[in-house]
């Protein structure tokens, strides 16, 4: 994966440093969904987890 991302032009830390940043954004949304009480809560913490799982995975095939 990271000779394909070399390949494209983009930096792999780079890449890895935007995917952290990404990642702990979710996290806060997450945080800050759990907080409220409202009937969308399960709806926005399923779609959130969604994305964290796809960003640790890319995190994780970057690793690789």
């Given amino acids: ?8 032009g983009f930096n792999p830390v ?4 935007d995917l952290l940043i990404e ?5 806060m949304a997450l945080d800050q969904v759990l907080a409220r009480d409202d009937d969308l809560v399960e709806a926005e913490v399923e779609r959130l987890s969604c994305k964290r799982a ?6 994780a095939q970057l690793a690789a």
């Fill in 23 to 27: 990642i702990g954004r979710v996290e």
């Fill in 54 to 59: 796809k960003l640790n995975a890319a995190l």
């Fill in 1 to 8: 994966m990271n000779a394909q991302i070399a390949t494209l």
């Fill in 14 to 17: 780079s890449v890895h440093h």
